[in-house]
């Protein structure tokens, strides 16, 4: 099936730092979906990128769609200890691509240090 | 409050044995997953399915069974023919798609352990 490479696995920063994490499709996305995971919770919903090259703001966080539709990126700025947790994105492959379903990626986890 | 609800949270199977999960949602969602998450593999597709009476196999659907015969549930049976079920499953739930996907919502999860 279709894979997804996320980068990196994990990242400790310093709170205050700046954090990013890096989604790969080898093939062209339908849309992309990013979550995040708290230490022993579930994934919850952040947001969906539809357009090629899009960029959405949620805060302190940036998320972008490139412009082949392959890569997306999330882009935290300053981080806060509450950012703690799980980032995954969710590939969607469109109706004829893979129907409602969505490919997950491996997630980054990031640790924020005070 | 609408969501969904998994239980048991926590389950212990025996070597040979079928357990099943629980998955309730009152979302009023057409469609619902399952998956299974292991430590640095992200989250894996083990069915789904889209209306009442009908699902498709995810990318690991070996050792897995489920039935839709409501809309709100949708169970997972973990059988005896899948070698390791140690894991955390994840239920979700969304809307049908239209033009792209919907964004999926999850329930808090079963750890399956064998004993």
């Known amino acids: 099936g279709q894979q997804v490479m996320q980068i990196p696995q994990y990242q400790h920063v310093q709170e205050g730092e700046d954090f990013t994490t890096y989604c790969n499709s080898s093939?062209?996305?339908?849309?992309i979906q990013w979550y995040k995971q708290r230490p022993g919770g579930h994934p919850v919903f952040l947001i969906q990128?539809?357009?090629?090259?899009e960029v959405k703001k949620q805060k302190r966080l940036t998320f972008q769609f490139g412009e082949a539709k392959k890569n997306s990126s999330l882009h935290i700025t300053a981080t806060q200890t509450t950012d703690v947790g799980t980032y995954f994105c969710?590939?969607?492959?469109?109706?004829?691509?893979?129907?409602?379903?969505?490919?997950f990626g491996t997630g980054t986890q990031l640790k924020v240090e005070l | 409050d609408g969501g969904i609800t998994q239980s048991p949270k926590y389950l212990f199977r025996k070597e040979g044995q079928n357990v099943t999960l629980s998955c309730e949602q009152n979302?009023?969602?057409?469609?619902m997953y399952w998956y299974r998450q292991d430590p640095g593999q992200g989250l894996r597709l083990i069915y789904y399915?889209?209306?009442?009476?009908?699902?498709q196999k995810g990318d690991i659907a070996e050792g897995y069974s489920v039935s839709r015969e409501k809309k709100e549930s949708f169970p997972l049976t973990v059988t005896s023919a899948q070698k390791n079920p140690t894991a955390f499953y994840l239920c979700?739930?969304?809307?049908?798609?239209?033009?792209?996907?919907?964004?999926?919502?999850f329930g808090d999860g079963t750890r399956l352990s064998i004993l």
């Open positions: 399915s889209q209306i009442v009476n009908d699902f």
């Open positions: 990128l539809v357009k090629s090259g």
């Open positions: 979302l009023n969602h057409d469609a």
């Open positions: 969710a590939a969607g492959y469109g109706l004829t691509g893979g129907g409602n379903k969505l490919t």
């Open positions: 979700a739930s969304s809307i049908l798609p239209g033009m792209s996907n919907q964004p999926q919502h």
């Open positions: 093939t062209t996305l339908s849309n």
